[in-house]
C-alpha cells in the first residue's frame, strides 16, 4: 500500500536562530520529520528538538530524535507548528516536514478497493504503533532515571579521579564568541588609534625635577630634592591642584596676595610663605576666591612654611665655643678664653689663648639661628701680652665656615699682627642661617697660634615649619 505524503515545510535554518514558526494550517495526524544533526550524534538516538502543535487554545508538544522521526499528531487540525531546536543539530541545519491523514488512505480519490485497503491497514497501523511504542519506552527509562535516586557510595567501579582530556575547539563551536571576538578587536582598535590624553585635567602625574610654577587642574608629584615649587599666579573659582613628593622635603610657595588654609591653621600673605610636604606626602587643594587656596584632602604630614623674618641692622651676638680639633694649649689656656670679653694687654696678666699648634678650630654655637655679618678680631698673646706689639703667639689667616663641617667655606681674612688691637671684618652678604660656624685660626710663620678675643656681630632670622592643626 502507498502512503501519499504532502510537503508541508522544508528550508535550512542557523541553530542560533532558534525557535522556527511555521503558521500553516493544514488537516492531518501523521507527520514525517527529517532533521539533519551534527555527525557524531547521527546515530545516537539524541533528542534534537520539541514540536508544538497548535489548534485554537489547544496545544500539544513532541520530542523529536536523531534521523526520521515519525509523529502522531493528538489534536484533529493544525492551526500552526513551532520547533525549537537543541545543540546536537548542526550549526546550519535543514528541517523537512510532510504530513498525510490515515483517513485519506480509505476516503481519498487514489484509494484502492476496499478489500485491499482492509488488508493494508494493520501494516501501517503496525507502523504507527511500532514508533509510538518506541516513544513510550525512551519516555519510561527517562522517567525511570529522574525517580530513582542512587547514592554515590552504591555506583561501584568508580575511577579515582577524573582527570579531563585534553581536546581542542574551534571557535563556531562556543555559541556567541565570533561576535564578542569581533568585538573586543574592534574596541582595541579604537583604542590603539585613538589620540592620548593632554588636557590639564588628565588624571597622570606630571613629573618635576626642578623649580617651578605650577599649573591648575594638574596633579604633580616631586621627584628631586630640595625642590620649590610656586602656586598658580591667576587661579580660577574651582580650580584644584595636587602635589605629592618622594622621600623627601618640597615646599611649595604662595603668591604675594594668597593664603593657604592648611587643616585650620592659615599662613600669612606674601612671598615665601605656603608648605612644606614632608617625606612620602601629597595635599590636594582647591582655590575657593579672595587669594584662599584651601586643602581638601592630606597624606601623611604636611606643614606649613613661613619666610625668613630677620633683623634689620646686625647687632653683637653671644655664643659658645669649643674645640673642633686636636689642638694643645699652654700657660693654662683654652679656647673658651677667646670670648670672655677680658683684653688686658698692657699689664703682663691678659687673657686669651695660647696655642703651641699652627692651626685652631672652634665650633661657635649660637642659641638660635643666625644671618652671619661681621666680626672684631683681636690678635696677640694670651695671658703674657702685656708689652708685646709683635707677640709670639698670633694669628696670620682667619678662614670661617657656615654649618658644623668645613665643606662651605665662607670668607677667609689676613689680620695684623699688632697685638690687642680691634680688627673688623665684613662677611659676604648672607643668604642662609645658621646656629653653628666654623672659626679657623692659622699660623705661618712659626708653630703658635694665639688670640686675644673674638666678637661676631649677626641678625637673628627666624623661618620655617608651623604644625598644621
Given at each position: 500500500?502507498?502512503?501519499?505524503?504532502?510537503?508541508?515545510?522544508?528550508?535550512?535554518?542557523?541553530?542560533?536562530?532558534?525557535?522556527?514558526?511555521?503558521?500553516?494550517?493544514?488537516?492531518?495526524?501523521?507527520?514525517?520529520?527529517?532533521?539533519?544533526?551534527?555527525?557524531?550524534?547521527?546515530?545516537?538516538?539524541?533528542?534534537?528538538?520539541?514540536?508544538?502543535?497548535?489548534?485554537?487554545?489547544?496545544?500539544?508538544?513532541?520530542?523529536?530524535?536523531?534521523?526520521?522521526?515519525?509523529?502522531?499528531?493528538?489534536?484533529?487540525?493544525?492551526?500552526?507548528?513551532?520547533?525549537?531546536?537543541?545543540?546536537?543539530?548542526?550549526?546550519?541545519?535543514?528541517?523537512?516536514?510532510?504530513?498525510?491523514?490515515?483517513?485519506?488512505?480509505?476516503?481519498?480519490?487514489?484509494?484502492?478497493?476496499?478489500?485491499?485497503?482492509?488488508?493494508?491497514?494493520?501494516?501501517?497501523?503496525?507502523?504507527?504503533?511500532?514508533?509510538?511504542?518506541?516513544?513510550?519506552?525512551?519516555?519510561?527509562?527517562?522517567?525511570?532515571?529522574?525517580?530513582?535516586?542512587?547514592?554515590?557510595?552504591?555506583?561501584?567501579?568508580?575511577?579515582?579521579?577524573?582527570?579531563?582530556?585534553?581536546?581542542?575547539?574551534?571557535?563556531?563551536?562556543?555559541?556567541?564568541?565570533?561576535?564578542?571576538?569581533?568585538?573586543?578587536?574592534?574596541?582595541?582598535?579604537?583604542?590603539?588609534?585613538?589620540?592620548?590624553?593632554?588636557?590639564?585635567?588628565?588624571?597622570?602625574?606630571?613629573?618635576?625635577?626642578?623649580?617651578?610654577?605650577?599649573?591648575?587642574?594638574?596633579?604633580?608629584?616631586?621627584?628631586?630634592?630640595?625642590?620649590?615649587?610656586?602656586?598658580?599666579?591667576?587661579?580660577?573659582?574651582?580650580?584644584?591642584?595636587?602635589?605629592?613628593?618622594?622621600?623627601?622635603?618640597?615646599?611649595?610657595?604662595?603668591?604675594?596676595?594668597?593664603?593657604?588654609?592648611?587643616?585650620?591653621?592659615?599662613?600669612?600673605?606674601?612671598?615665601?610663605?605656603?608648605?612644606?610636604?614632608?617625606?612620602?606626602?601629597?595635599?590636594?587643594l582647591i582655590y575657593l576666591a579672595s587669594g584662599l587656596w584651601?586643602?581638601?584632602?592630606?597624606?601623611?604630614?604636611?606643614?606649613?612654611?613661613?619666610?625668613?623674618?630677620?633683623?634689620?641692622?646686625?647687632?653683637?651676638?653671644?655664643?659658645?665655643?669649643?674645640?673642633?680639633?686636636?689642638?694643645?694649649?699652654?700657660?693654662?689656656?683654652?679656647?673658651?678664653?677667646?670670648?670672655?670679653?677680658?683684653?688686658?694687654?698692657?699689664?703682663?696678666?691678659?687673657?686669651?689663648?695660647?696655642?703651641n699648634s699652627t692651626i685652631v678650630q672652634g665650633l661657635v654655637?649660637?642659641?638660635?639661628?643666625?644671618?652671619?655679618?661681621?666680626?672684631?678680631?683681636?690678635?696677640?698673646?694670651?695671658?703674657?701680652?702685656?708689652?708685646?706689639?709683635?707677640?709670639?703667639?698670633?694669628?696670620?689667616?682667619?678662614?670661617?665656615?657656615?654649618?658644623?663641617?668645613?665643606?662651605?667655606?665662607?670668607?677667609?681674612?689676613?689680620?695684623?699682627?699688632?697685638?690687642?688691637?680691634?680688627?673688623?671684618?665684613?662677611?659676604?652678604?648672607?643668604?642662609?642661617?645658621?646656629?653653628?660656624?666654623?672659626?679657623?685660626?692659622?699660623?705661618?710663620?712659626?708653630?703658635?697660634?694665639?688670640?686675644?678675643?673674638?666678637?661676631?656681630?649677626?641678625?637673628?632670622?627666624?623661618?620655617?615649619?608651623?604644625?598644621?592643626?
Amino acid at each position: 500500500m502507498t502512503i501519499n505524503l504532502t510537503r508541508l515545510y522544508t528550508g535550512s535554518q542557523p541553530f542560533a536562530d532558534g525557535l522556527i514558526k511555521i503558521d500553516i494550517p493544514f488537516t492531518g495526524n501523521i507527520l514525517a520529520i527529517e532533521l539533519t544533526t551534527k555527525p557524531e550524534y547521527a546515530n545516537t538516538n539524541q533528542r534534537i528538538g520539541t514540536l508544538f502543535q497548535f489548534y485554537g487554545t489547544a496545544s500539544k508538544a513532541y520530542a523529536l530524535f536523531s534521523g526520521k522521526d515519525i509523529v502522531k499528531l493528538e489534536l484533529p487540525e493544525t492551526d500552526k507548528l513551532w520547533f525549537a531546536p537543541t545543540p546536537f543539530l548542526s550549526d546550519i541545519y535543514t528541517l523537512t516536514i510532510d504530513f498525510t491523514n490515515v483517513g485519506s488512505v480509505i476516503d481519498g480519490s487514489n484509494a484502492l478497493s476496499l478489500p485491499e485497503q482492509i488488508l493494508e491497514l494493520p501494516e501501517l497501523y503496525n507502523l504507527v504503533q511500532n514508533k509510538l511504542d518506541s516513544l513510550d519506552s525512551r519516555i519510561d527509562i527517562l522517567e525511570s532515571d529522574v525517580a530513582i535516586a542512587v547514592a554515590w557510595g552504591d555506583i561501584t567501579d568508580k575511577p579515582l579521579v577524573f582527570a579531563p582530556d585534553a581536546h581542542n575547539h574551534v571557535i563556531a563551536d562556543v555559541i556567541g564568541l565570533q561576535t564578542n571576538l569581533d568585538s573586543l578587536d574592534s574596541r582595541i582598535d579604537t583604542l590603539e588609534t585613538a589620540s592620548p590624553v593632554t588636557n590639564s585635567a588628565s588624571s597622570l602625574y606630571t613629573l618635576v625635577s626642578a623649580n617651578q610654577t605650577l599649573e591648575a587642574n594638574k596633579k604633580y608629584l616631586a621627584t628631586a630634592t630640595g625642590l620649590t615649587l610656586l602656586l598658580p599666579s591667576s587661579p580660577s573659582i574651582g580650580d584644584v591642584l595636587m602635589v605629592s613628593t618622594g622621600n623627601f622635603d618640597t615646599k611649595v610657595y604662595q603668591n604675594t596676595s594668597q593664603q593657604v588654609l592648611n587643616l585650620a591653621t592659615q599662613t600669612p600673605s606674601g612671598d615665601g610663605n605656603g608648605l612644606i610636604l614632608k617625606p612620602y606626602s601629597s595635599i590636594d587643594l582647591i582655590y575657593l576666591a579672595s587669594g584662599l587656596w584651601v586643602s581638601r584632602f592630606r597624606a601623611r604630614t604636611v606643614n606649613n612654611w613661613l619666610a625668613p623674618q630677620s633683623e634689620s641692622t646686625p647687632v653683637l651676638k653671644s655664643y659658645t665655643v669649643s674645640l673642633f680639633n686636636s689642638a694643645t694649649f699652654e700657660d693654662g689656656t683654652n679656647i673658651q678664653n677667646i670670648n670672655n670679653n677680658l683684653l688686658n694687654t698692657g699689664n703682663g696678666n691678659g687673657d686669651g689663648m695660647n696655642s703651641n699648634s699652627t692651626i685652631v678650630q672652634g665650633l661657635v654655637t649660637f642659641s638660635e639661628s643666625i644671618l652671619l655679618d661681621s666680626f672684631d678680631f683681636y690678635n696677640g698673646q694670651g695671658y703674657y701680652s702685656a708689652g708685646y706689639a709683635t707677640p709670639d703667639y698670633r694669628t696670620s689667616i682667619v678662614n670661617v665656615y657656615s654649618g658644623n663641617n668645613l665643606s662651605n667655606l665662607i670668607g677667609t681674612f689676613n689680620p695684623i699682627v699688632t697685638n690687642g688691637v680691634k680688627q673688623t671684618f665684613n662677611l659676604p652678604a648672607p643668604n642662609e642661617k645658621y646656629s653653628n660656624y666654623i672659626f679657623e685660626f692659622i699660623r705661618t710663620g712659626g708653630t703658635s697660634v694665639g688670640v686675644l678675643e673674638l666678637d661676631i656681630f649677626g641678625r637673628t632670622s627666624v623661618d620655617g615649619e608651623v604644625l598644621a592643626t
